[in-house]
C-alpha cells in the first residue's frame, strides 16, 4: 500500500477486483488528541468551526482535513512553533507555554483564503 497525496490528505493505492484503484485514506484519530477539523472546499475557502484553542503544556493537537477533493493545502506553524514536537504526521504535543499560529493555506499557497488557528499553551 503506497501513499500518495498533500500534507493531511491522502489517497491510497491499492488493488480491488485484480485492479489498481485510489481511495481516500483517512488518518485515524490519535488517542487522547484534541482534534482540529477542517474541510477545504474550494481553491480559496477552507472551512473551520474553531479557530482558537486553550491547552495545558503536554497536550497532544491534531489536524484531520475532512474532505478529499483534489485542492491541496498546506499547514505553516509560527509563533513559537518549536514548542511543538511531531508525533506523527500532522499531530503535535505541545511542549512549552506560549502562543501559537498555525495557518491552513488552500491550494498551498493562496493566501487570501486562509485561515489562522490560535493556540494557547498554558502552564
Same mark, same amino acid.
Given at each position: 500500500?503506497?501513499?500518495?497525496?498533500?500534507?493531511?490528505?491522502?489517497?491510497?493505492?491499492?488493488?480491488?477486483?485484480?485492479?489498481?484503484?485510489?481511495?481516500?485514506?483517512?488518518?485515524?484519530?490519535?488517542?487522547?488528541?484534541? @482534534? @482540529?477539523?477542517?474541510?477545504?472546499? $474550494?481553491?480559496?475557502?477552507? *472551512?473551520? $468551526?474553531?479557530t482558537?484553542?486553550?491547552?495545558?503544556?503536554?497536550? @497532544?493537537?491534531?489536524?484531520?482535513?475532512? $474532505?478529499?477533493?483534489? @485542492?491541496?493545502?498546506?499547514?505553516?506553524?509560527?509563533?513559537?512553533?518549536?514548542?511543538?514536537?511531531?508525533?506523527?504526521?500532522?499531530?503535535?504535543?505541545?511542549?512549552?507555554?506560549? *502562543?501559537?499560529?498555525?495557518?491552513?493555506?488552500?491550494s498551498?499557497?493562496?493566501? $487570501?483564503?486562509?485561515?489562522d488557528?490560535?493556540?494557547?499553551?498554558? *502552564?
Amino acid at each position: 500500500m503506497k501513499v500518495l497525496g498533500g500534507f493531511i490528505s491522502y489517497t491510497v493505492l491499492g488493488k480491488e477486483n485484480g485492479e489498481f484503484i485510489l481511495a481516500p485514506y483517512e488518518i485515524p484519530q490519535y488517542p487522547g488528541a484534541v @482534534v @482540529v477539523r477542517y474541510s477545504i472546499l $474550494d481553491e480559496n475557502t477552507v *472551512k473551520i $468551526d474553531e479557530t482558537e484553542y486553550t491547552l495545558p503544556v503536554g497536550s @497532544v493537537i491534531q489536524f484531520i482535513r475532512e $474532505d478529499f477533493n483534489e @485542492v491541496t493545502e498546506r499547514i505553516l506553524f509560527t509563533n513559537n512553533a518549536s514548542c511543538l514536537k511531531s508525533i506523527q504526521i500532522a499531530t503535535f504535543k505541545i511542549e512549552c507555554p506560549g *502562543k501559537i499560529t498555525a495557518t491552513i493555506i488552500p491550494s498551498g499557497y493562496n493566501w $487570501d483564503g486562509a485561515v489562522d488557528i490560535t493556540i494557547n499553551a498554558i *502552564k
